[in-house]
Each structure stands twice: as structure tokens, then as C-alpha cells.
């Protein structure tokens, strides 16, 4: 079967059953053996029977009859179940190597009796210790003849009947990492649909003044969580809510989770709603109120609700029993506010997991089990049939309060709160102002009361539905924020970085011969001729009648030519002065010492008689052998650069199991060899392994991937999976920190010369086969990720670009689609890609932002200032908006401006002084708002140009990219320049400009034709009028 299933979960979770039911404790001492028997029910949402089959296993087995005896497991289910549970029944060696009993699978028969199999069943449980007592689940109660004929078969043999509901809800309540992982994640998409999509809908409610039932509102709840933008790039197919929500109003409240909401429409007062969302099997809770216009004693009321909450979840410990807790939250209620106690809800909560609530683990007066770390609770405060004194309405004059979360249970700690959806009075406070009020009530006396609501609604909360801000004044709020927290994180970070500083590596010394003993003693040298040593790679030149070695790369580069009859062949040396090269540092170990930059060699094209060959042979044999100890030299030297600090990584560990996560016909990118080949992508314990049809092995850690992308075929031409590592891997004789899987879906390119007709039936039936191709691979690698993201105990997410926010721009040489994740902007589909860390990211600036313009450019400072910036070309001016929506909704200051900066001189003046650079205002100099920007750039342009050497990765792709960034360096040094000179242009107003005009005119009539290079430089230094339409756009 091609369903996974986690063993070692099952043997780690079955081992704590048997153990818990081995120390014998409450119902588990007077059992024998354990029955679960599970049929087929769709109106069933949560049984204990299910539950603890998605415990053991990961999925619901229907039709299914689980026996647990006290050295054996049986199990009875149709073939495809049977099938899929070998995974955990055939184990290697000896059965019982797992510590738990082994596993007999019985496969049902469907059209005939199952007496045989009943019978190995009950022969079994009257084998288990007394054999006389089954644990069973007393509620669960599956229809069908298959289910009733085994109940019949129990009740006939007499076996006595316990209900273990509690005990095995007690064993599942302590959950595991991965598990908590789940709830975790599940509460987060239940905070995430209640503050983006509940809330607000409430507020356009309330500002529209609509009519709107509790029913529809609740539907359109369930309907939003089909919708990937409020599940925090989830997959909508694993989430599911946990009961339909329910949302009440208008003084009809009942404060329970067992109701629904009634077709009333929604009253403006308090309107309490309650909601949970199910991801992966694992439940989330949440219970918030909004109030509208509420009076003193409501708010007072609220926030004493709020204090009640407080005090449970500091009594909510590790070993602290649930009855202690309840009656602690108690004593302070009737201690603080008595009159209140009557009031409160009979439970204040439950613990929760697969199940949404645990019958038997609720937080009441008389519960006497003990909480343990691990357990996770929705807990649940009302307070209900309380009065509206100020009511004038029927419906206005009862309300309640109902607030609760989703907690987890700490060792020592407070227990933590998993959905942190603020709650305060300013949070869920809409406040109103009165438009409608007669003027007869503007007296005297009612102006206190005016003066009240007035201070009160100074507690409006942020996005108040009456609030008159725009977007833009939103986000320069939100801005201006970031701004004061970036310069003083920014001035700590560099300050603790001081001490840190980066020592440039010395060019390596390479020895010919450490002594004499080593140098040939070869006939040529003898002779004075030039020798080559190929083992030690050293070229022995005569040099004043003294064989002197010289390295291979000593030498820079050698040259032959002849001239009549002689040949000259001609050495150049690498000196200090010359240049070396983009990345092998013009350092030398002792540059004080003497070197030879050159040496000539001549030697005659004629015969002498007597001579067995022309003397020019040994030149051109030496420089035959130069080049070629050259190039391997070079080539070797390459290779061990690649693979200079690459970090060394953990073996991967194969999981020899054949049921691993694999896909099939991949390519990978970059190749492994010049010609792209097919390979499969399969998933092990601790990494992935890629085998090409021609055996090469990449293998790719889990803890080495920094991001891990899955760029689905919608709109694409290619499916993808793509690995961002945190430090670079070498296959294919160089060093890659970006590796991605990918399989085509349609075809790359079309034949234009082909007749195509819109009815055509051949080209119609291949558009529907590649719209299913299309479907079958999104299936295939959901699949894979799923079962990995299983695997990994959802320590590997796959992040899936948002194609909705994406925006397309020239990273490189090409314009591309750049869509952001949850934690980095990327583009995968295109190569090289594109990925940038949204938490390395210190600020954006948007260059060349102008009206007339329709192109724009964004440029990535990351925090460490020592890596290079990232230039995003030609973005589209109508993508300025979201992309600045986007970057404030993620908390990275944005900053725009008119003019390209020269982005190597600023990095470099801010890394050698850091402190001088936040003293005069740090990154404010980039907002067109602060002071003294003008200032900041004027001290810029006036820098030196001097080189900067960021410390970031060495890219792949630096020998293409040199004349680009030559190029572009050059453009941004005239842009900077002529954008400073337009500045100071602007400072004179027209008269005076055409004043100096008319003088330069005058003075012009009595130069000689001869002086125009005189003209052209006080043409420099005297400033030109500007353009009209700059005037304009500086005005």
C-alpha cells in the first residue's frame, strides 16, 4: 500500500499503553484485555475508538477490530488494511525486539462469516492473564451486522465489560514534540482566521450597518478555510473545523461548545464566538467576545474575566491536580468580586487532542487527576446572564462574556498560551460615535457623560472600522516604528561584531625544493638549458649562469615569438603591483623582498654543423610543458578553492526500508555532469539522496537546509523542489549552496509552423492530457512532502511561494516572477535562482521611484554589512504598493528615493565607522523625510573610490557576472554623481540662473575659438540651468 505509517511512532506510543496498563492503575488493573472495534459511522466525528487508531497509526481504520492482549496483538481487517498494518506486524529477527507483544493480522471476509476469525480472537482473550474482563469503550457504538455480530459474540461468552475510556484518554493526553508541533500549527490557522477574516467581517458588519444572521456569518467562517490566504500557506485539504463556529448575540447566549448558531441576525452589543480548527487530526480552540459601544460595567466586568484567566493559567502546572486548580480560580473570584461567582461557567475548560474534548478530563470541582507536561487544554472562562443597567433594548438588556485559548502545560512555568490573539478592551473594544443625538440632550448634565464616552473611546483599538487612516498613513505609522528599533539593533549588533574583524589571507608561498638535495641532476641543467620539473612543478631557468628554480606559480604568463632566426620566449612573474586576479588577494608573504618581473630567453632557428638539433627546440619544448604544468596546476588550485570552507557533513544514515518517500524521473539543477540526467529524489532518516541513472549520489542533511521550497506547475512550466542549504555541498567538482529537483509538465517550446485550429480534436485531447499530467505530479509531490514533513516530525517544512504577491524583476540578466514565502522572497523556476532570507534582511530601498518613470529598482541591505547588496532591476511601478504592503506586513523598514546610490562606497564607509555612521543619524539619511539626508549623500560623493571586498558567498556564476558588475559600478558612480549635481542645480531660483546665462554670453563674445578648453572647464564648474520638468518635479 502506498500509505506510510510511522513506526517508531507506534512502537514508542504502544509501549506506553501496555506500560500503563501493566502498573495496573484505576480501570486498567481490572482488565484482562483491551477490544477496540471500529465500523463504519459518517455522522461520528470524534469516538475514543478512532482516536486512538490516529494515534497508534496516523489514519482511521473502518471496519477494523483491534484485540490487545497481555503477550499478543490481533488484528482483524480487510486486505488493503492488512496490507498496509504489515508495515509495523513483520519486524526483522525477533518479533518481540520492539519490546511490545507481537502482532497477528486476520484478514476479514466480506460476503462470508467471520466466526473462524471471532473464535482466534476470543481464544486469544481468554488467554491474556484472567481472561475474563475486556476494557472496551462503552460510548462508542459503530451500526452495521459486522460490528453487531462481534458484540454478540462478546455478550455470549460472558466476558465482563469495563469502560477504559478514561484511563486510555489520560495515556494519549501527554502529547510528543511532533504532536505538539501539530496542535501548535493548528491553533496558529485558528488565530490567523479569527484576527484576518472573523474579525474584520465583524467591523465591515458594524461599520455597514448590515443585517447579517449568526448562521451565514458562521458559514462563511467554514468557507474561508478553504482559502489559502488565511491559513498561513497551509494546504486547505488537512485543515478542517473542529465544530461548526458559533457565534452569538443580541442577550440569547448559551456558553457551550455543544450548540450552534441560531438564524437571529447579529445585535450591536456583546457578541461572543467560538471557534476551532482541526489540522492533521490535531484540534485548536478559540473563544473571544466583541463589544460594541460597551458601558463602564461591561468593560469592568471584562477585564476581571480577563484577571480570572490570568490566575488559571498560573495555577496550571505539572503535577497539580484539576480539582486544586478550578477551586483556586474559585476562592479568588469569591474573594475579588463574590456577586460574579454564580455567574461563571460549571467547567472552565478540558483537555484536547485528536479528540476535541476529553469527556473525562474536564476542569471542574471534582476532577482529581493530575495535569502532567505535555498535555495540551482549551480552557474557557464565561460569564453568563449578566445585566445591562444602561439598556434601553429588550435584547440589550441581558449579555455575556466568554473568553478562552488553547495552553500548553509547562514543567515549572505559567502554562503558555498557543494562540495569542490579543484580547485586551482595546482589542476587542468598537467604539462609535453618536451621529444621531438630538440636541435637546446637549445640556449641561449630559456633558459629563459626553466627556465620558469621549475618554473612552480614546481606548478605540487600532483598526477601529471608524478609523479615517488610509493604507499608506498605516504603513508609515508602522514604518516610522521600524525605524527607531533599526538604527539602535543595528548600532548593538556591529558593536558586539567589533572584536569580530576578518583577516585577509596571505597568498600562498609555494617552495620548489626545501634543500639542494632535491634538485634534479638532469643533462639539461648542466647545459644551461630551461629544465621543467613536472613532479615538483618548478621551472629551472639559467639565470647568470646559476640553475634557478622557480615555482609554477610564481609564473604569470609566457610568451613565444621568432623573429628572423632567432625565437624569444619570454616569462612574465607575478610582482607585487600587478593585478592577480578578481579573488586571489594582492597579498604577497614578504612584499619587501626583490623580484623578477621578467625574463627573455633567446635562442637561434639555425643548425650549427655538428649539433644534433636547432637550439631553439629546447624554447619551444619548455614552453610546450609551461603551459601544460600550468594548466593542471590551475586546475587543481580551482578545485581545492571550491572546496575551501566547505563545512564537513554528518554521514547520511539510509533507512533501508523500502516504503521511503521517493519520486521518480527527476533532473536535478545544477548537473552533475554536462548533460542534464534523470534521477530519483528518495527520503532517509537524517537527508535525502539523489541517485542519477548513471549512479552519481548527491546527498542533501535536512539539518543543512535553510529553506526548502515547493514551487508547484500552476502556471509554470516546470514542478520543483528546491533545497536553499546553509552551507554549500561539492558534487560536480564544485561547491553549490542552492540544489533543486524538477520534472517538465508540458512542452518548453511549441512548433509555431504547425496548423493549429481552436477545434482541433488532436490538440484538445492533448491540452486535457497535459492538464492531468499536471494534476497527477501536484498529487505526486504533495504526497512526497507530506510523508516527509511525517518523517521529520515537521522539523522540515516545505515553504509555498505566494504567486499572488509575487512581482516580476531582474535579479540577474533576466526578468523573472519573484514571489515571497513565509520567511524569503525567491524565484525557482528561472536559473540561477533567486532566494534571500527575509531575517537576514536589515532594509529595502527603492531606487529610482519617479512619476515618469515606469520601472523602479529595489536594493536588499542584509544585516551583515559585509556581505553585498542585492539589486533587483526593473520592477514595475505598479508593484511599489504590495511589495511595500508585503514588506511592512513582515516587519522590514522600507526606504525609497530618486536617485541610484553607489552602494559599494556606503557599505564601506558604514563597515570601517560604524559608530560615526549612527552618530550622524545612521539609515535615516535614505528616508526623503529626515533631516540632513542631503548632507549624509553630498559626504558620499565626495568619498574616494575605493574597493570593497564583501566577505558573502562566492556565487557560481562571478566569471559571467564581471563585466556586468564593471559595468554597473561605472553607471551607478555617473547616476550618483549627476543626481548630486541636479541637487545643487536646484538651489538657485530662475532669474538668477538666467542672469548668469546672459553673463556667460557676454563673456563668451570676447574668448578666442582658441581657449574652448579653457570654456569647457568653467562650463564644469559653473552650474547649468536644469530642465523645466526637473524644476517641476524638485518643486
Known amino acids: 500500500m502506498a500509505v506510510n505509517l510511522d513506526k517508531e511512532a507506534y512502537y514508542r506510543r504502544i509501549k506506553r499503553l501496555y506500560s500503563n496498563w501493566k502498573k495496573g ?23 475514543k475508538s478512532t482516536a486512538i487508531q490516529t494515534w ?43 519490546g511490545v507483544p507481537p502482532i ?13 476469525n471471532f473464535d482466534k480472537m476470543l481464544e486469544a482473550i481468554k488467554g491474556s492473564l484472567k481472561g475474563k474482563t475486556v476494557g472496551i469503550f462503552s460510548k462508542d457504538k459503530f451500526p452495521g451486522d459486522y460490528m453487531k455480530s462481534w458484540n454478540d459474540t462478546l455478550t455470549t461468552e460472558g466476558l465482563q465489560k469495563v469502560d477504559i475510556s478514561a484511563v486510555v484518554a489520560y495515556t494519549m493526553a501527554v502529547k510528543e514534540d511532533g504532536e505538539l508541533n501539530l496542535m501548535k500549527k493548528a491553533a496558529a490557522i485558528t488565530s490567523e482566521v479569527y484576527s484576518k477574516f472573523f474579525k474584520e467581517r465583524v467591523m465591515e458588519i458594524v461599520d455597514a450597518d448590515e443585517k447579517v444572521r449568526h448562521s451565514k456569518l458562521a458559514e462563511s467562517v467554514e468557507k474561508a478555510i478553504e482559502e489559502k490566504k488565511y491559513l498561513g500557506g497551509v494546504d486547505p485539504t488537512t485543515v478542517e473545523m473542529c465544530y461548526p463556529p458559533i457565534i452569538q448575540s443580541g442577550g440569547n447566549y448559551s456558553l457551550k461548545f455543544s450548540v450552534v448558531s441560531d438564524k437571529n441576525h447579529i445585535h450591536f452589543g456583546a457578541i461572543t464566538c467560538a471557534m476551532g480548527i482541526r489540522y492533521k487530526s490535531y484540534c485548536s480552540n478559540l473563544v473571544r467576545t466583541l463589544m460594541v459601544d460597551p458601558p463602564q460595567e461591561m468593560q469592568d466586568n471584562y477585564n476581571f474575566l480577563l484577571q480570572l484567566e490570568e490566575e488559571l493559567l498560573k495555577e496550571l502546572k505539572h503535577g497539580v491536580k484539576i480539582c486544586d486548580a478550578y477551586n483556586a480560580v474559585l476562592e479568588y473570584m469569591k474573594k475579588e468580586k463574590p456577586d460574579l461567582v454564580a455567574k461563571l461557567t460549571k467547567n472552565l475548560g478540558f483537555v484536547m487532542g485528536i479528540e476535541f474534548r476529553e469527556g473525562s478530563l474536564v476542569l471542574n470541582s471534582k476532577n482529581q487527576y493530575k495535569l502532567k507536561k505535555g498535555m495540551v487544554l482549551s480552557i474557557s472562562l464565561g460569564l453568563a446572564d449578566l445585566t445591562n443597567k444602561d439598556a434601553k433594548k429588550e ?70 472600522t ?12 508602522h514604518q516610522k516604528e521600524l525605524a527607531n528599533s533599526l538604527n539602535e539593533e543595528a548600532k548593538r549588533r556591529l ?53 634557478t628554480p622557480f615555482h609554477i606559480a610564481t609564473i604569470k604568463n609566457i610568451s613565444m615569438s621568432v623573429e628572423g632566426d632567432y625565437t624569444y620566449l619570454r616569462i612574465n612573474f607575478y610582482v607585487p603591483g600587478s593585478s592577480l586576479g578578481r579573488h586571489e588577494g594582492n597579498i604577497f608573504p614578504n612584499p619587501d623582498a626583490t623580484f623578477v618581473k621578467e625574463i627573455t630567453y633567446r635562442a637561434s632557428n639555425l643548425k650549427a654543423p655538428g649539433d644534433t638539433s636547432v637550439p631553439s627546440t629546447n624554447l619551444q619544448n619548455a614552453f610546450r610543458i609551461i603551459k601544460e604544468v600550468q594548466k593542471r596546476y590551475k586546475t587543481r588550485e580551482a578545485e581545492e578553492k571550491e572546496k575551501e570552507g566547505i563545512v564537513k557533513q554528518d554521514s547520511l544514515v539510509i533507512n533501508l526500508n523500502r516504503s521511503n518517500p521517493k519520486l521518480k524521473d527527476l533532473y536535478i539543477r545544477p548537473n552533475i555532469a554536462q548533460k542534464r540526467m534523470q534521477g530519483s529524489l528518495e527520503a532517509h532518516t537524517n537527508g535525502f539522496r539523489f541517485t542519477s ?137 528561472e536559473w540561477p535562482p533567486f532566494v534571500v532570507t527575509l531575517d537576514e534582511v536589515e532594509l529595502v530601498h527603492f531606487e529610482r521611484v519617479q512619476f515618469h518613470l515606469k520601472n523602479f529598482d529595489v536594493v536588499i541591505v542584509y544585516k551583515d554589512y559585509n556581505k553585498k547588496v542585492t539589486m533587483i532591476n526593473a520592477v514595475p511601478v505598479n508593484s511599489l504598493d504590495p511589495i511595500k504592503e508585503w514588506l511592512n506586513s513582515c516587519d522590514i523598514k ?60 562566492d556565487e557560481e556564476f562571478e566569471e559571467e557576472e564581471d563585466s556586468d558588475e564593471d559595468y554597473s559600478s561605472e553607471s551607478e558612480n555617473s547616476n550618483y554623481s549627476a543626481s548630486m549635481g541636479s541637487e545643487e542645480e536646484s538651489g538657485k531660483d530662475w532669474d538668477e540662473l538666467e542672469e548668469e546665462a546672459r553673463k556667460a554670453d557676454k563673456e563668451s563674445q570676447y574668448e578666442d575659438v582658441d581657449a574652448s578648453n579653457n570654456n569647457n572647464k568653467k562650463r564644469k564648474s559653473r552650474p547649468s540651468a536644469p530642465t523645466p520638468s526637473k524644476k517641476k518635479r524638485r518643486a
Not at 767 to 775: A, D, F, G, S, Y
Not at 811 to 825: A, E, F, I, K, V
Request: proline share 3%; hydrophobic share 35%; charged share 35%.
Open 104 to 116: 497477528t493480522l486476520l484478514t476479514r471476509e466480506k460476503n462470508e462469516s467471520n466466526k473462524p
Open 693 to 829: 541513472v548513471r549512479g552519481d549520489k548527491v546527498d542533501i542533511l535536512y539539518n543543512n537546509i535553510k529553506h526548502a521550497v515547493f514551487q508547484p506547475c500552476d502556471g509554470e512550466m516546470i514542478i520543483v523542489l528546491h533545497f536553499h542549504l546553509k552551507n554549500a555541498i561539492m558534487f560536480g567538482k564544485r561547491r553549490h549552496t542552492d540544489v533543486q529537483f524538477y520534472t517538465e509538465v508540458g512542452e518548453i517550446t511549441t512548433d509555431l509552423g504547425k496548423h493549429q485550429h481552436m477545434h482541433d480534436r488532436d490538440d484538445l485531447y492533448a491540452e486535457q492530457m497535459e492538464r492531468e499530467m499536471r494534476h497527477k505530479l501536484k498529487s505526486a509531490f504533495k504526497n512526497f512532502i507530506e510523508k516527509v514533513e511525517t518523517l521529520t516530525r515537521e522539523e522540515l517544512e516545505f515553504e509555498v511561494p505566494f504567486r499572488d504577491l509575487g512581482f516580476q524583476g531582474a535579479p540577474y540578466r533576466s526578468t523573472c516572477l519573484l514571489q515571497p514565502t513565509s520567511s524569503s522572497l525567491v524565484n525557482v523556476t
Open 56 to 98: 497508534l497509526f496516523g489514519y482511521e481504520l473502518t471496519d477494523t477490530i483491534m484485540v490487545f492482549c497481555d503477550a499478543k496483538i490481533l488484528f482483524l481487517a480487510s486486505k488493503k488494511k492488512v496490507d498496509f498494518l504489515k508495515q509495523v506486524a513483520i519486524t526483522k529477527g525477533n518479533e518481540n525486539a520492539n
Open 25 to 47: 492503575e484505576d480501570d486498567f488493573g481490572k482488565v484482562d484485555a483491551i477490544v477496540v472495534s471500529v465500523g463504519v459511522d459518517e455522522e461520528i466525528v470524534y469516538a
Open 466 to 477: 471608524r478609523n479615517e487612516m488610509t493604507a499608506e498613513e498605516k504603513r508609515r505609522a
Open 495 to 547: 558593536t558586539e561584531q567589533k572584536g569580530e574583524q576578518q583577516i585577509q589571507k596571505a597568498r600562498k608561498s609555494n617552495v620548489s625544493y626545501k634543500n639542494m638535495s632535491q634538485m634534479p641532476r638532469e643533462k639539461d641543467i648542466r647545459e644551461m638549458k630551461i629544465f621543467i620539473d613536472k613532479k615538483y612543478e618548478t621551472v629551472v631557468m639559467p639565470v647568470f649562469g646559476i640553475a
Open 894 to 953: 522600507y526606504t525609497e528615493g530618486v536617485q541610484s546610490l553607489n552602494w559599494t562606497k556606503i557599505m564601506k564607509t558604514i563597515v570601517d565607522d560604524p559608530e560615526g555612521f549612527f552618530e550622524q543619524g545612521g539609515w535615516s539619511f535614505l528616508d526623503p523625510e529626515s533631516e540632513g539626508s542631503g548632507a549624509e549623500q553630498d559626504s558620499e560623493s565626495e568619498m574616494e573610490d575605493e574597493t570593497f571586498n564583501p566577505s558573502g558567498d
Open 395 to 464: 435584547e440589550q438588556k441581558k449579555y455575556a462574556l466568554f473568553v478562552g485559548d488553547t495552553v500548553q502545560i509547562n514543567e515549572e512555568e505559567v502554562a503558555v498560551v498557543l494562540t495569542p490573539v490579543k484580547k485586551k478592551i482595546k482589542n476587542v473594544g468598537i467604539f462609535l460615535k453618536n451621529d444621531d443625538e438630538d440636541d435637546d440632550e446637549e445640556d449641561g448634565n449630559d456633558a459629563e457623560e459626553l466627556l465620558g464616552k469621549g475618554a473612552r473611546s480614546a481606548a478605540l483599538l487600532a483598526d477601529r
